[in-house]
């Protein structure tokens, strides 16, 4: 069972999924969902569409060109089965794979990098042009505050209730637990049997 990639969106299409398209010429193309099978009726060029792997890589999102991404290349070149080769070769996909991860975070990194700074100076011309967002802010900080009193308060007031509804019942328990002892002695003497 063979995993393809959409011919245009390039998601995986699983076993029994899928719409399977085949031109005139005999040129087989897979898509993943009508959405993209109708996109490609359309004619619409997936570079750009804004959810399209190709609209991604060609923007510079994604990574493009890497070595790692070689080896998903599709070879339709029959080999003969050996257990060594097909250890070895589970062994690199696994390694090719961490690496490609690795690669996709450094990127990823790298390509988010001055976001906060600029960020943080828009957010600065913002506050230069508008002074009152600063009092509104000072607003709700004190509200906040004042919230946060009033939970701490009624927290105390519940906490002293149950301290002092406990001290009720345990002095409710003694005397229940002193009557039933008594109960208990009267039954002993009751039941004694003489000879």
Known sequence: MRIHSCHFCSSP????????????????????RS?????????RNPRKLKWTKAFRKSAGKELAVDSTLT???????PVRYNRNLVKTTLNA??????IRRRRERAFYKNRM???RE?????????????????????????????????????EMESAEENDESEMETTDEEQ?????????LLKNK?????KF
């Open 118 to 154: 600029r960020q943080f100076a828009l957010d600065k011309k913002l506050v230069e042009e508008n002074p009152e967002l600063l009092r509104m802010r000072d607003v709700e900080q004190k509200d906040k505050q004042l919230k946060e009193q009033a939970k701490e308060d009624q």
């Open 93 to 98: 996909m696994q390694r090719i794979e961490q």
């Open 175 to 183: 005397e229940e637990e002193k009557l039933a002892a008594k109960i």
């Open 113 to 115: 990098k001055g976001n």
């Open 35 to 43: 959405k993209c099978h109708k996109a490609f009726k359309q004619r």
């Open 71 to 77: 080896f998903a290349k599709r070879r339709n070149v």
């Open 189 to 193: 003497r009751k039941t004694r049997v």
């Open 13 to 32: 299409i699983y076993p029994g999924h899928g719409i399977t398209f085949v031109r005139n010429d005999g040129k087989v193309f897979r898509f993943c």
